[in-house]
């Protein structure tokens, strides 16, 4: 389930539990006879229900606004790669660099793609791509998608010594408009 997904189904529960806390207040308050008249009195008409029930509804509250909270600050991608020196330590390549020198490397050897995004995911040891092209009208996307898998990936695994780097590429092509003829 995506943070976007959570984010939305949250918002819909907690709509739907002030909605139901709005209609039982008003519906426990009795009748309402005036601008004047309180929608509480304090003859009788106090919480409904026993007050450790409201208590464990806060408390529950409370712990998914947390846990919610904490999916938020949450980084959805790595921001090093574990990179094996062979001497039986490891270096750390950061993220930002190696998502920085595939999207150069694509936009140097790879003809017609107008811009590159390069986002790193995964885990630290076990990291993978994903690549996002924007194509110019006149490039051939197999010939993309070669020049990608083959030498781009390649000098990428390579160079961070990693034994496999998995990339999902996206294609889009830039339209074009047509020239007015007069």
Partial sequence: MTLGTVNRVLLALLGLLL???GASLLTASGPFEGRHDPLLAPHGRGWPGPWWAALG???VCVLLALWWLLAQLRRARPAAVLVDTGDGAFAV???RALEEAVAAD???AVEGVARCRVTLRGRRGAPALRVAL????YAVPADVLA???GPV???ARTSAALPALPA????HVTPRRARRVT
């Fill in 153 to 155: 990936l390649e000098r």
């Fill in 134 to 137: 924007e194509l110019e009208p």
């Fill in 147 to 149: 020049a990608l898998a």
């Fill in 93 to 95: 390549l950061r993220g």
């Fill in 57 to 59: 509804v806060l408390g």
């Fill in 106 to 108: 694509v936009r140097e």
């Fill in 168 to 171: 999902e590429a996206r294609l």
């Fill in 19 to 21: 909605l139901a806390a």
